[in-house]
């Protein structure tokens, strides 16, 4: 009898050991490549931008022509775009849809790096896991030079910056924190299966319109479904930064929020250290 | 020389297993069903040996005796499916020269690319690329993307980043004959100046008998994944393309 309680128990010792073993090499790859991860998410930015004549200029350009372009189908052709707490509909829109930007980029390209970057997978030695975190820091430039940008545009609109400003680097964290570890996750799954990437790519136009990026997650009648919804990253991230430019609340001022966050972030960590424990051997192999 | 002296390379017992599913979507699911079926096949099995530092030994076999899969083990790419490897020193693997950059930037920015995943400093960095411009030759392609480049230069900058470095250990692949003659005869000097380093431990992998020979002094025998022979090259020749006195049609 007791020793049929202690094998599950030494089972999940063992299982506890064998995913700290891992969690551990990945933090020992990051410290030992700390230079070669921010060089090479310059490197990555500019092999994104490289070989088009307008060059840096599309990571400007792309935003902008789809902001306009909801902006101008929401306010204009679905006469939809009202005030929201006293801000334009279209600064709205702005605060919510900046950070989406990242978090499209991640969804799509992020999730295929080892693809994109199969030479260091297959031909030279270089640790696996940071190559998710190099991707998505060249990823955070960009939004990085996106989120002045729209700073300056709120200023322009009569509207400073204030003390919630200072939560922006939190949430900035949060999302960055999320997606690497996403990117992590997806990029070994689509690395093993095509058809993985392909799913991903082709639900990335939901994810947008279930977010809450183009409507107010806040205005959700059903409290039930209002609670779920916020168990979405995307709706927690977007909100967040409708919070320090529009709504003015503080994080701490929905724990709920939080806590669904939180749920969802721990989940991701496991999902990514479970499938970098099992597939980190196997990479080489099928690419 | 003490008798304990720690080896280059030391493989114990290693297998490398490859899981052939019956297609992409059966792998996907495998990773997360151990009862998807598969067949396994085995490239390398149970390869015990151990290379001592400064040894050369030539590595023959047929086609998918596991020679490929056993240099990628050795270079850290591949990983073993059960058993053990140990490797001491710096590893400069002159295999596919042709790959292993990034197609979108030029010749001059994959050698500061390669600099910096080493780990380089900004000094040793110029340092590699004054010497990979002037041994690769191939003039202002230097400053082109290299999705232009043809297979030919490619490899003149594969080799000369390759061979830039000073490794401890070097893992030369036969299909380095690549290039024109002048080139390949400047590669067979570079090679022969970085095993002339004392305490170099070179892996060779050929077919051909007179270039294991003229570098080699020891050899190994791959069949199907088997160890087959290991000794003297001499022998292993012998072994690897039979008895000496039977002649050979030249090709």
Redesign the interface.
């Known amino acids: 009898m007791a020793q049929a309680r202690q094998a599950p128990l030494d089972l999940l010792l063992a299982r506890v050991q064998r995913y700290g073993a891992t969690f551990a090499d990945i933090v020992r790859e990051h410290a030992g490549?700390k230079?070669?991860i921010l060089?090479?998410a310059v490197?990555d930015l500019?092999?994104t931008y490289?070989?088009s004549a307008l060059g840096w200029l599309w990571a400007v350009i792309k935003p902008s022509v789809t902001i306009s372009v909801y902006w101008f189908a929401f306010s204009v052709g679905l006469r939809a775009g009202k005030d929201v707490n006293g801000f334009p509909f279209f600064l709205w829109l702005l605060a919510g849809i900046v950070p989406w930007f990242y978090m499209q980029e991640m969804l799509t390209q992020g999730s295929t790096n080892f693809k994109r970057y199969n030479?260091?997978?297959?031909?030279?030695?270089?640790p696996l896991s940071t190559i998710s975190t190099f991707v998505s820091l060249s990823k955070l430039y960009v939004h990085a030079a996106l989120l002045m940008i729209v700073t300056v545009i709120f200023i322009m609109f009569g509207r400073p910056v204030d003390v919630y400003f200072l939560q922006l680097p939190l949430y900035t964290a949060l999302m960055f924190l999320f997606f690497t570890m996403w990117s992590l996750f997806a990029s070994l799954?689509s690395a093993?299966?095509?058809?993985?990437s392909n799913v991903v790519t082709s639900f990335v136009m939901a994810i947008f319109w279930i977010s809450g990026i183009m409507w107010d997650v806040n205005r959700v009648n059903n409290p039930l479904l209002a609670k779920i919804l916020l168990f979405n990253p995307v709706t927690f991230i977007a909100n967040g930064y409708r919070n320090v430019f529009i709504y003015k609340r503080w994080f701490f001022q929905d724990p709920f929020a939080l806590f669904a966050f939180a749920v969802v972030l721990v989940v991701m960590f496991g999902l990514s250290l479970y499938?970098f424990n099992?597939?980190r051997?196997d990479i080489?192999?099928?690419l | 020389m003490s008798a304990k002296q720690i080896p280059a390379i030391e493989f114990r017992h290693v297998y490398k297993r490859y899981r052939l599913y019956r297609s992409d979507k059966h792998r996907f699911l495998g990773i997360f069903s151990k009862r998807i079926a598969f067949k396994e096949v085995f490239a390398n099995r149970d390869l015990t040996f151990k290379v001592e530092r400064g040894e050369s030994v030539a590595i023959m076999g047929k086609n998918g005796a596991g020679k490929s899969t056993m240099l990628k083990m050795i270079t850290g790419v591949a990983f073993p499916s059960s058993g053990k490897i140990d490797v001491n020193g710096r590893v400069s693997a002159l295999l596919e020269l042709t790959a292993g950059f990034d197609p979108e930037f030029t010749g001059r920015e994959n050698v500061h690319l390669r600099g910096q995943l080493w780990g380089l400093d900004k000094a040793e960095i110029a340092v590699l690329e004054r010497q990979v411009v002037e041994f690769a030759d191939i003039g202002v392609y230097m400053d082109q993307p290299m999705r232009t480049y043809s297979s030919g230069m490619k490899a003149r900058v594969g080799f000369a980043i390759a061979s830039s470095i000073n490794p401890d250990i070097l893992v030369v692949d036969e299909a380095l004959s690549v290039g024109d003659k002048a080139f390949r005869q400047k590669c067979d000097r570079r090679i022969k100046e970085i095993m002339a380093e004392e305490k170099v431990t070179v892996i060779f992998v050929t077919h051909s008998s007179g270039s294991a020979e003229a570098i080699c002094n020891r050899g190994i025998v791959l069949e199907k994944g088997k160890l087959a022979f290991d000794g003297p090259i001499r022998a292993a020749i012998e072994f690897y393309e039979g008895p000496p006195d039977t002649p050979v049609v030249a090709g």
Request: glycine share 4%.
């Open positions: 490549y230079t070669q060089q090479l490197v500019l092999k490289r070989g030479y260091l997978v297959t031909k030279i030695r270089f799954l093993m299966s095509k058809d993985f499938t099992r597939l051997r080489a192999d099928v």
